[in-house]
């Protein structure tokens, strides 16, 4: 949504609509009974459906998977291309109202959501790696960059087999972007709220029809977000993001085991919690065809009666046509609107995510160490840090390292300790929650609760190699805590 800064004044336009359905490039507009055509911004790809006259079954068998469906609609002559789609399948039906061919299907990037990325980058700009997962995983794709904006944020990504849409979403989530594939399948990449149609609105008395659904839904509300990433060994990353509102505390989990660095997963969690605190209204709007509108576009929406007056975000665009109603436009407005399969799959998918996250404890932050450097390390005493691991240095058969002070700005009540290594069964681990004041042992993988207060953690590790246990090496290691 954006807070608007100047006046609006409707010049109410034509709705002499001419439309035209090719399907296989032969024109069935005077057999289409009903149709719709959805394109959606970030979300997903969008889809087709037609309802086809078919008496004596004349359609039956004519059309199939792989074919192609368009939807033209203008002004003027019906040239005007609003939707390109691929058909997925075709099925016959029969009742009192007649004989019918039914045709469903995608958008014509359909395979943006079909395509799995293997892909790793490391500090790089976020729209530098839309463009080489373009090149890479989609080259059949227009190699053009025009309508992919620059975001200045760089990302560090890992992906093994990951759906195409998914990792977009992610680079969206990270940089407060939105993104889509025309009609040419050209990618559009741009920042949130950046794109405003100054040649459309939704306005009462005119081209409006109806709405439903308005209203800011306080289920999506949260004060609370814990996002989970893992470094290379699978180690958790963990990082809690707090609104600071009294009152109760309403959490979501996120997980997203591309996220390996901190900074990532915090960014992951505050991104998140932007979102489920400053949640906008949500709605569905109806109105004579739109023409020109995009997916993402911010258009003025105006009705009197429900003290409506503002430019919002168009999330959701379906065109429908057909013989029971002219050319109409369903706008879906900021968010998503989530009905039973909706919430379904999203209750699978949370779960699932919990049951995957190793974090039985619920504790809420990680203090991690890669061993990629010294840079978290404070005392060194006949240990190596080398290729990504911590050791013994050479002939030594004893040695530690202290970590740096880490200020958590909270006294730490909950500790958990997780490493990644080898011969470590002679080696101790103990922390201290003071500054180093006071050291304590912990066990791996077992919760911990520190006797003194505090909120500056240390961990100090000592590596003893012994005929049972030569070698001691250390790859990942985290604090997890709360």
Same mark, same amino acid.
């Given at each position: 949504m954006?807070?608007p800064?100047?006046f609006?004044?409707w010049?109410?336009?034509s709705?002499?609509?001419?439309?035209?359905?090719?399907?296989?490039d032969v024109?069935e507009?005077?057999n289409?009974?009903?149709?719709s055509?959805?394109?959606?911004?970030?979300?997903?790809?969008?889809d087709?459906?037609?309802?086809?006259?078919n008496?004596?079954?004349?359609k039956?068998?004519?059309?199939s998977?792989?074919q192609?469906?368009?939807?033209?609609?203008?002004?003027?002559?019906?040239?005007?291309?609003?939707?390109w789609g691929?058909i997925?399948y075709?099925k016959?039906?029969?009742s009192?109202?007649?004989q019918?061919?039914?045709?469903?299907g995608r958008?014509?990037?359909?395979i943006?959501?079909?395509?799995l990325?293997?892909?790793?980058k490391?500090?790089?700009?976020?729209?530098?790696?839309l463009?080489?997962?373009?090149t890479?995983f989609?080259?059949s794709?227009?190699?053009?960059?025009?309508?992919?904006?620059?975001?200045g944020i760089?990302?560090?990504v890992?992906?093994?087999y990951?759906?195409f849409?998914?990792?977009?979403?992610?680079?969206?989530?990270?940089?407060?972007f939105?993104?889509y &594939?025309?009609?040419? %399948?050209l990618?559009?990449?741009?920042?949130e709220?950046?794109?405003?149609?100054s040649? /459309?609105? *939704?306005? =009462?008395?005119d081209?409006?029809?109806?709405i439903s659904?308005w209203?800011?839904?306080?289920?999506?509300?949260?004060t609370q977000v814990?996002a989970?990433g893992?470094d290379d060994?699978?180690?958790?990353?963990?990082?809690?993001a707090?609104?600071?509102?009294?009152?109760?505390?309403r959490?979501?989990?996120?997980?997203d085991?591309?996220?390996?660095?901190?900074?990532?997963v915090q960014a992951?969690?505050?991104?998140?919690?932007?979102d489920?605190i400053?949640v906008?209204?949500?709605?569905k709007?109806?109105?004579?065809g739109?023409?020109?509108?995009?997916q993402?576009?911010n258009?003025w929406?105006?009705?009197?009666?429900q003290?409506?007056h503002? &430019?919002y975000k168009? %999330?959701?665009?379906?065109?429908?046509?057909?013989?029971k109603?002219?050319?109409?436009t /369903?706008? *879906?407005? =900021?968010?998503e609107?989530?009905?039973?399969?909706?919430?379904?799959?999203?209750?699978s998918?949370?779960e699932?995510?919990?049951?995957e996250?190793?974090?039985?404890?619920k504790?809420n932050y990680?203090?991690?160490?890669?061993?990629d450097?010294?840079?978290?390390i404070?005392?060194?005493?006949?240990?190596s840090?080398?290729?990504?691991?911590?050791q013994?240095?050479t002939?030594?058969?004893t040695?530690?390292?202290?970590?740096?002070n880490k200020d958590?700005t909270?006294?730490?009540t909950?500790?958990e300790?997780r490493?990644?290594?080898?011969?470590?069964?002679?080696?101790?681990f103990?922390v201290?929650?003071?500054?180093?004041?006071?050291y304590?042992?912990?066990?791996?993988?077992t919760?911990?609760?520190p006797?003194y207060?505090?909120h500056?953690?240390k961990?100090?590790?000592?590596?003893?190699?012994t005929?049972?246990?030569?070698?001691?090496?250390?790859?990942?290691?985290?604090i997890?805590?709360?």
């Amino acid at each position: 949504m954006i807070i608007p800064t100047e006046f609006f004044i409707w010049v109410p336009k034509s709705k002499n609509y001419h439309c035209k359905i090719y399907i296989n490039d032969v024109d069935e507009t005077s057999n289409v009974v009903e149709s719709s055509f959805t394109k959606v911004a970030t979300i997903g790809i969008g889809d087709l459906k037609i309802k086809l006259l078919n008496p004596r079954g004349i359609k039956s068998n004519v059309y199939s998977a792989g074919q192609t469906a368009k939807f033209y609609g203008d002004l003027t002559n019906g040239t005007t291309l609003q939707f390109w789609g691929r058909i997925d399948y075709t099925k016959d039906s029969l009742s009192q109202d007649g004989q019918f061919l039914e045709i469903e299907g995608r958008h014509r990037s359909y395979i943006a959501s079909e395509t799995l990325v293997c892909m790793t980058k490391t500090n790089t700009e976020v729209s530098q790696v839309l463009k080489d997962m373009i090149t890479a995983f989609l080259p059949s794709f227009p190699q053009t960059w025009t309508y992919i904006n620059s975001t200045g944020i760089n990302i560090t990504v890992n992906w093994n087999y990951k759906p195409f849409w998914e990792c977009i979403k992610i680079l969206c989530a990270y940089t407060g972007f939105d993104c889509y &594939i025309d009609d040419n %399948l050209l990618f559009h990449f741009f920042a949130e709220n950046s794109v405003m149609n100054s040649d /459309e609105a *939704i306005v =009462e008395g005119d081209n409006f029809i109806k709405i439903s659904d308005w209203g800011t839904d306080d289920y999506y509300t949260k004060t609370q977000v814990t996002a989970m990433g893992q470094d290379d060994q699978g180690i958790p990353i963990l990082y809690t993001a707090t609104s600071g509102a009294s009152g109760d505390t309403r959490e979501i989990f996120i997980k997203d085991t591309s996220a390996n660095t901190m900074a990532q997963v915090q960014a992951l969690a505050e991104a998140k919690l932007s979102d489920v605190i400053n949640v906008p209204p949500q709605a569905k709007t109806t109105s004579f065809g739109l023409n020109p509108v995009n997916q993402g576009d911010n258009i003025w929406i105006s009705v009197p009666r429900q003290k409506i007056h503002g &430019i919002y975000k168009l %999330l959701q665009i379906t065109h429908k046509f057909g013989q029971k109603t002219s050319w109409q436009t /369903e706008c *879906i407005i =900021e968010r998503e609107i989530k009905g039973t399969e909706q919430v379904l799959a999203e209750r699978s998918r949370k779960e699932i995510e919990i049951q995957e996250a190793p974090n039985p404890n619920k504790l809420n932050y990680s203090h991690n160490f890669t061993f990629d450097d010294s840079t978290n390390i404070e005392t060194n005493v006949d240990c190596s840090i080398t290729g990504g691991r911590l050791q013994l240095a050479t002939g030594q058969t004893t040695g530690y390292v202290i970590s740096v002070n880490k200020d958590t700005t909270n006294n730490i009540t909950k500790i958990e300790l997780r490493y990644s290594g080898w011969n470590l069964g002679d080696s101790t681990f103990e922390v201290s929650v003071n500054g180093g004041l006071n050291y304590q042992t912990v066990t791996a993988n077992t919760l911990f609760t520190p006797s003194y207060s505090g909120h500056y953690l240390k961990i100090k590790v000592t590596l003893n190699s012994t005929a049972s246990n030569s070698s001691p090496n250390i790859d990942s290691m985290a604090i997890l805590y709360s």
